[in-house]
Each structure stands twice: as C-alpha cells, then as structure tokens.
C-alpha cells in the first residue's frame, strides 16, 4: 500500500495550496480517505476526510470554511484545498485511511500513517 503526498510548500498567511494524495495498491473506492497533519510537539489531528460510499465529509473545526477535500476515483487520489490559510495550519501534512468507509475517520486516534508527508510552513 502506497500513499503518495505533494503540494506543500512555503505561502504567507492568507494564500492557498492544493494538496495531492495518489493511493496504490488498496480498493480505493472501498475506503475512507483522510488528510492528517502534525505538527512539531504536538499531537496527529485529523483535518479532514472524505468517505467511501456518499462522498460525504469531515472537517475539522478549525479548518471549517476554509479547506475542501475531494476524491477523484479515476486517478485514485483525494485532494485538499486550502484557503486562507493561517500559520496555525503549519504541519506536515499526511493522507490515510483505518480501512473503513466513514469520514468520521477524522476522529480515529492514531490512525497509521503510511506515506512521507507535505511540509506546510505559512508564514505570517
């Protein structure tokens, strides 16, 4: 299993970013696919995610209005919009899944991460 994370990158407070995350080696349609994100001292949080079945979705309060996930299944990847984004967003930024079919993944603690991460710094 693969998970392949890019589109981080350094913006000034304010700015967007589109993250990407292409997945191999699973039946992608058959899971929930989430974005997480860590930053220095702090715990894994679940920033959004998207379900399997209904495409319906999670976010996190604090990234509410501001960041939109989607999922393309024709190129197995899920995608992270985000906008007017804040230095409190500054994290590495990972996609998973626990192998269910709920965006309430979200809220899975210590949810496995199999991919290396996007940085993203915003700068104030």
């Known amino acids: 299993v693969q998970f392949v994370e890019s589109g981080g990158g350094l913006v000034q407070a304010g700015g967007s970013l589109r993250l990407s995350c292409v997945v191999s080696?699973?039946?992608?349609?058959?899971?929930?696919i989430g974005w997480f994100r860590q930053a220095p001292g702090k715990e894994q949080e679940g920033v959004s995610c998207?379900?399997?079945?209904?495409?319906?979705?999670y976010y996190d309060d604090s990234v509410q209005g501001r960041f939109t996930i989607s999922r393309d299944s024709a190129k197995n990847a899920v995608y992270l919009h985000m906008n007017s984004l804040k230095p409190e967003d500054t994290a590495v930024y990972y996609c998973a899944t626990d192998w269910g079919q709920s965006a309430i993944m979200c809220l899975t603690q210590g949810v496995e991460i199999w991919g290396q991460g996007t940085l993203v710094n915003v700068s104030s």
């Open positions: 998207i379900s399997a079945t209904d495409g319906s979705t």
């Open positions: 080696g699973l039946r992608f349609d058959d899971y929930a």
